[in-house]
Nanobody
Framework: QVQLVESGGGLVQTGGSLRLSCAAS????????MGWFRQAQGKEREFVAG????????YYTDSLKYRFTISRDNAKNTVYLQMTSLKPEDTAVYYC?????????????????WGQGTQVTVSS
């Protein structure tokens, strides 16, 4: 099992930026892909961005790709989500997840391990 711990969430004004971190530990040798999801209150969890474990390829939800950037630090086993030009509709709990198969998955079922989530609130 892989343990994932998110951090970096908080309250920010419209137009602001935040960087989320996801630190992985445990059986990280089994990980092939990492993803960020978010879930707003009363809505389904949705895919935000993903990155291969070696950092060689990234994938974004089209509506977010010009504002959000996913990256990773191999030495720290940490994946980041840089969010800019934040809007109130970005308010959600953000989760990172790990996947043992190669390639991106945009569905929850495609990931085996999840973090506890970090709250991002964007005020208008």
């Amino acid at each position: 099992q892989v343990q994932l711990v998110e951090s970096g969430g908080g309250l920010v004004q419209t137009g602001g930026s935040l960087r989320l971190s996801c630190a992985a530990s445990g059986r990280t040798f089994s990980v092939r892909y990492m993803g960020w999801f978010r879930q707003a209150q009363g809505k389904e969890r949705e895919f935000v961005a993903g990155i291969s474990w070696n950092g060689g390829s990234t994938y974004y939800t089209d509506s977010l790709k010009y504002r959000f950037t996913i990256s990773r630090d191999n030495a720290k086993n940490t994946v980041y989500l840089q969010m800019t030009s934040l809007k109130p509709e970005d308010t959600a709990v953000y989760y990172c997840a790990s996947r043992r198969s190669l390639g991106v998955s945009r569905t929850r079922d495609g990931y085996e391990d999840w973090g506890q989530g970090t709250q991002v609130t964007v005020s208008s």
